[in-house]
């Protein structure tokens, strides 16, 4: 016979096995991401970058038009950003220039044979070329020199640059264009080449023009001439007629020449052509003291945070603080590998990604701490608890990350610009956040409850619980006449019963769905005067949606950021965006201010000038254009909207529809609230600012899908209910709510610190999250439930239990028993 004892010690050992996993992990990514400062990719508002102002060349006597422009500036933001979140800016400056800010980036020439080609595309005829110098030296071959360097340690010769020959337009006929591309990829040459080529799928016109030529050279084995802006790429001699329209073009390409042509080709001609004016290093937007201080403070806020928790929780709090720990090295390792591809930088709407999976992380710990605790006081020994208390736990986070996970996958594939980099960082986040809970935390709790946790009760604070386990062993007859009382229909005294046990749990249920009409009047109230607000006084958007002013200047000398910063302020521009500069070994600054009116920014700009001794000479104003165009801002809207309509087809297929509809209310009114709150104290509405409201759109999804789960898990238990469904979603409501209060605690202290005395530049952002954490985990209280419970208690299920029991609140005590109602 198989011994008895065997499943169990099969369970510690795979427990043991996960938590040697996960120092393996975390071994692994400390590797990734050491040293921190260089393996991991700042954005242009943390690190800066490098910042290039093309200009456009016009080819004939019609100007350059507006339209041409936004399309070029389009075009070039698509191929900049076509790795992934880089979070460049591009935007119009003046009426023929477009600026261009990459983060991190120093060589102009790499960012230049990306961004700044034309991409005219065009496949001809060798025969068709008119030029015989050009036609000769195209068919044998010298339409491309190389130079080389010899490495004297290996002899090994190396190509370093390449030099193409250029053709003139009108020079020979075209035979199909770029615009006949459908398709482009990427694959090697050939089988035993290390070069790479670029491969095209033509559409039907494009599949026809090239089948007739090429079965018309095929017998001369004639030549195709393949120009990219007016240089010959390659000129590959016909071998066999292509009639199913896959052309690959090779030319002794490297993997990221191949890529940066894709990149051009994937993305369109430009309009017009374009010569890069200046290129200059720029600073961080956010300014190092800012960075600075900022760090300091979250890292105060978040002592504290762990502190508390080692306060409240004692022993439970320190397997808090590891999980915290294991998950932060986890995202940090993944991010690190990220850069290290190049697909991603860090900005600031990305700290926000990751200040909200940070709070994730710690709701989900702290949702398994009270639901650990809940089971012994329900009953269960220490060691059944770790694993059913824990296992419930975990797929209550689960179905709240999933949820929040709908949501950032939205933004990533469907936004751009920097909620393109919320949304991934927000989604690593959540895979990092699952992970530690699978790896770590269950496994931890599992290991630890049989043996060390069941002899030192009161260090991992579980003391009460079991205390509260064993007083209800014998139930009290006072308790035993209340539930008797309540089966027959009438309405008693609760019991005193309740108050003589210690612990930090709720005692016997406050009665929050008693105040629903309270609430959710008050709610309507918010809602109407928040979008009266926003209509009567309007919201202050910042120069990243309306454009604006740009200001150089040059020769700064060693004036810091904060005291540009504080300048402009005296001189009516508070919300300049400033970064410092570094041309030709020259420091200085760009700021950008709202004020369209060069006459008015050439003003201040002299005003700042005199206040530190520059002259007129130092300085250069131009008009540019919003970062935020049109374009990026009806993609981020479109993701915002299919993103609620994904989170409610997951709530209705995991739960119900009807939790769908009111998570997303609860959400709007926070959303509301927020922008209500903006516009009535005048704050400016800048990408920090939408950084903040993408993170509490998460922390209000997570807040409401925590109870409804436990809703949902009553509903499921609640075969033969003496109560009312509005008397379930008010008990489920007090079940977590220890867990809401000291979850919304740990993410708003850091919050909080930052606000009060973080930098200026730092504070929209923490005024939006203090506001919406706050609105977060009201909303999930005191909108999302009583709604549903309206909602649902109509169904005739819950009608015939109201017609019962009545319409006041049942009410439970710590052990889930009846003991009144209210």
């Not at 016979?1 to 992990?25: E, G, S």
């Amino acid at each position: 016979k198989r011994p008895l004892n065997k499943r169990p010690d099969n369970a510690q050992r795979k427990n043991v096995w996960l938590i040697v996993v996960t120092a393996v992990l975390i071994i692994a990514s400390v590797a990734l991401f050491t040293p921190l400062d260089k393996k991991i990719n700042q954005g242009l508002d943390i690190r800066g970058g490098l910042s290039v102002v093309l200009t456009a060349k016009s080819t004939g006597d019609s100007p350059i038009s507006a339209e041409d422009m936004e399309k070029s500036r389009a075009i070039i933001e698509t191929r900049v950003n076509a790795l992934g979140a880089s979070e460049a800016v591009v935007q119009l400056q003046g009426n023929n220039q477009i600026l261009v800010q990459i983060p991190g980036l120093s060589d102009t020439e790499t960012a230049l044979a990306t961004i700044g080609k034309t991409g005219k595309l065009v496949f001809a005829r060798l025969d068709s070329f008119t030029d015989p110098e050009i036609r000769e030296k195209i068919e044998h071959g010298e339409y491309i020199e190389y130079e080389t360097v010899v490495d004297p340690a290996t002899g090994i010769t190396f190509i370093v640059s390449t030099k193409r020959l250029a053709v003139e337009e009108g020079t020979y006929e075209s035979l199909i264009t770029g615009s006949n591309i459908r398709r482009v990829s990427v694959g090697s040459a050939s089988e035993a080449s290390s070069y790479f080529a670029v491969n095209l799928e033509l559409d039907q016109a494009g599949t026809s023009a090239f089948r007739k030529a090429t079965e018309d050279l095929v017998s001369s084995h004639g030549q195709i001439v393949i120009i990219l802006d007016g240089y010959v790429e390659s000129a590959p001699a016909v071998q066999a007629a292509i009639t199913d329209g896959h052309v690959s073009i090779t030319g002794n390409y490297s993997l990221d020449e191949a890529k940066a042509f894709q990149t051009v080709l994937e993305s369109g001609s430009l309009p017009v052509s374009f010569e890069y004016a200046q290129s200059q290093v720029v600073g961080p937007t956010l300014g190092q003291d800012a960075l600075k201080s900022g760090v300091l403070v979250a890292l105060l806020g978040l002592a504290l945070v762990m502190l508390y928790l080692l306060f409240f929780y004692r022993g439970l709090g320190i397997l808090t603080a590891a999980a915290m720990g294991v998950f932060a090295v986890l995202y940090l390792g993944i991010l690190a590998f990220l850069s290290g591809l190049g697909l991603f930088s860090l900005s600031l709407a990305g700290v926000a990604g990751i200040v909200l999976t940070i709070g994730m992380a710690a709701d989900s710990s702290i949702l398994t701490m009270e639901r650990f605790r809940e089971e012994i006081r329900m009953g269960r020994s220490i060691k059944a608890a770790s694993v059913s208390g824990v296992r419930h736990a975990i797929w209550t986070s689960i179905d709240a990350d999933l949820v929040t996970l709908v949501s950032a996958l939205s933004l990533f594939f469907l936004a751009s610009a920097s909620v393109k980099g919320f949304g991934l960082t927000l989604a690593l986040g959540i895979f990092c956040d699952i992970a530690m809970m699978l790896l770590f935390k269950a496994p931890i709790i599992r290991l630890l409850a049989p043996r060390i946790m069941a002899k030192h009760p009161q260090f991992w604070d579980i003391s009460d619980s079991l205390a509260v386990a064993q007083t209800n062993n014998a139930v009290s007859p006072d308790v035993a006449a209340a539930q008797n009382a309540l089966l027959d229909d009438k309405e008693i005294e609760a019991s005193d019963e309740p108050k003589k046990i210690r612990g930090r749990f709720i005692k016997k249920d406050i009665n929050f769905m008693g105040y629903r009409r309270i609430f959710l009047t008050a709610a309507c109230v918010v809602v109407i005067g928040s979008v009266a607000v926003v209509g009567i006084k309007g919201l202050d958007f910042g120069i990243e949606f309306v454009g604006g002013s740009s200001v150089t200047f040059h020769g700064t000398g060693e004036v810091s950021t904060e005291e540009v910063r504080q300048a402009f302020t005296e001189f009516g521009e508070p919300n300049a965006v400033i970064q410092t500069t570094e041309a030709e070994g020259e420091i200085g600054f760009l700021v950008r201010t709202t004020t369209t009116d060069v006459t008015s920014a050439t003003s201040v700009a002299n005003k700042v000038a005199d206040k530190f001794g520059w002259t007129t000479d130092n300085f250069e104003v131009t008009t540019i254009g919003p970062d935020w165009g049109s374009s990026v801002i009806s993609a981020s809207l479109i993701a915002f909207l299919v993103s609620l309509v994904l989170i409610i087809i997951y709530i209705a297929i995991r739960f119900e529809y009807k939790m769908g509809v009111m998570a997303v209310v609860a959400l709007l009114h926070d959303l509301v609230l927020v922008m209500g709150i903006y516009a009535l104290v005048g704050r400016e509405v800048n990408p920090n600012t939408i950084a903040a409201l993408l993170t509490i759109l998460g922390y209000s999804l997570y807040d409401t899908v925590v109870v409804f789960h436990r809703i949902a898990d009553n509903m499921k238990q609640a075969q033969n209910p003496k109560f009312t469904f509005m008397s379930m979603a008010n008990h489920s409501i007090n079940q977590v709510f220890i867990r809401s209060i000291n979850t919304t605690l740990t993410s708003l202290i850091p919050v909080l610190f930052m606000l009060l005395f973080g930098s200026a530049t730092l504070q929209d952002f923490a005024f939006a999250m203090v506001i919406g954490l706050i609105a977060g985990t009201y909303s999930s209280i005191a909108i999302a439930t009583p709604l549903f419970a309206l909602w649902k208690g109509r169904e005739e299920k819950y009608k015939k239990l109201t017609a019962k029991f009545g319409t006041k609140i049942t009410r439970f005590n710590h052990n889930d028993e009846i003991i009144g109602q209210m």
